[in-house]
């Protein structure tokens, strides 16, 4: 990232997580219960998730960066407490085991989970106990990322841009393709699912209870659609810059994801470009796509790595989760034993949830990448430049060069 960085710690029944964003600038109203914690609670929710989601209710807690409701432009520090915790006060504790601790309490495990960090992890950080690599693998770390992404989707909303979510299939099941709402997480959060199509909802359902009582899981597509960004962010100047990279890499980076498509994605590649490419028309009243608009929008807002001002349409394939109930082949990391791999408890489905998370990373991108189109160290300046710059983009005709 370039303007904006955030880093987050945290193991999945340790003490809690960790949330630092730096970057947001300063007089943004910010309040963890208003803007952070319904963001927090979308992630836990999904039909499909496990027991764990009972016993957790996220809440942030902030630590610095704010005071008086508005942010000050320093470091916003948000911690996430892990209420699970107090059940794993031995097998999480960082102090030495004692002498006479019994070694089951530490809670170990020795046949990692194909699919998991916990073989690849294992080797690499030279451990033995795969808990030492699955605490942090878990997916647990997206509640911190779910918390820097409310505080910076805040920052969007007041420049008039929107991030927002829905799951396109489970397993087999796809949903039938609709016109999408205005308020496209208004229409799918009640659904349990997080679907738009309420019979493929249901089947939906259908599926994910199937795989329960097969101790199977399933994976899925979301797709993350932003609206109200201007064309220009991001560039095609460096590789670097190019905004479809940058928006791939943060989706890619969400636990599961095997797969990300811009647009028509992998379509594009089947079709002809007659039938790939978005016609230009005029479009006197769109300002934020420079008065010239587009007679479709398979490019998914970007061209060139450059925002095009359509609505920017990020797709991701989340694998099904790798813990299974009922157990793939593995080997025992102490003695080479031959054996069923770890059973630890899990999700069935968590393909709405990664869709939340999802939102959250492209709305990292899309900020950073406004800031650094616009600049500005207050609220007041980053509006007042963005401002400017709509002006520019509202004002252009056809004159001159
Ligand atoms: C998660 C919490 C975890 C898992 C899930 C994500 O809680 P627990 O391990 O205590 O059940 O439910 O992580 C995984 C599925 C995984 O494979 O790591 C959460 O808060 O999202």
Redesign the pocket.
């Known amino acids: 990232m370039h303007r904006l960085s955030f880093h987050t710690a945290g193991e999945?029944?340790g003490r809690g997580l960790v949330a630092l964003l730096e970057g947001i600038p300063s007089g943004l109203p910010l309040e963890m219960e208003r803007d952070v914690d319904p963001e927090l609670r979308r992630?836990q929710g999904g039909y499909g998730r496990?027991?764990?989601?009972e016993i957790?209710s996220d809440r942030a807690e902030l630590i610095s960066g704010v005071r008086l409701g508005e942010t000050l432009g320093s470091p916003i520090a948000m911690l996430i407490w892990n209420r699970?915790w107090e059940n794993w006060l031995t097998a999480m504790s960082p102090l030495p085991p004692g002498e006479d601790e019994n070694p089951k309490a530490l809670r170990p495990h020795y046949l990692p989970r194909p699919g998991?960090a916990d073989l690849v992890g294992a080797l690499k950080y030279d451990r033995r106990d795969v808990r030492d690599i699955?605490e942090r693998?878990?997916?647990?770390e997206?509640?911190a990322r779910v918390a820097c992404g409310a505080v910076v989707k805040k920052m969007l909303a007041d420049l008039g841009i929107g991030v927002a979510s829905h799951v396109v299939s489970i397993g087999p099941v796809g949903a039938a393709s609709m016109p999408l709402p205005e308020d496209l997480n208004a229409a799918v959060d009640p659904s349990p699912v997080r679907c738009l199509d309420p019979r493929a909802a249901d089947a939906m359902m259908e599926e994910i209870d199937g795989a329960r009582e097969r101790g199977d899981t399933l994976g899925g597509v979301f797709e993350v659609v932003a609206t109200g960004v201007p064309v220009g962010l991001g560039s095609y100047v460096s590789w670097d810059a190019k905004l479809d990279g940058r928006l791939a890499g943060a989706v890619m980076s969400v636990?599961a994801v095997k797969g990300v498509e811009i647009g028509i994605g992998f379509e594009g590649a089947r079709r002809p470009g007659s039938e790939v490419h978005d016609a230009i028309v005029r479009a006197e009243d769109k300002v934020r796509t420079g008065r010239l608009g587009r007679a479709s929008n398979r490019a998914g807002g970007l061209e060139g790595g450059v925002t095009t001002g359509e609505p920017l349409v990020v797709r991701g394939a989340m694998k099904p989760?790798?813990?299974l109930r009922k157990p793939l082949p593995s080997v025992d990391l102490r003695d080479g034993a031959v054996g069923n791999a770890a059973v630890?408890?899990?999700?069935v489905c968590?393909v709405p949830?990664a869709a939340v998370v999802a939102e959250a990373m492209v709305a990292l991108v899309i900020a950073d990448a406004v800031l650094e189109k616009v600049g500005g160290d207050s609220m007041k300046e980053v509006r007042r430049n963005f401002d400017g710059y709509l002006t520019y983009l509202g004002s252009r005709g056809f004159a001159g060069r």
């Open positions: 999945s029944h992630r496990g027991r764990r989601m957790e699970d998991h699955l693998a878990s997916a647990r997206t509640a636990h989760i790798s813990t630890e408890r899990s999700d968590a949830a």
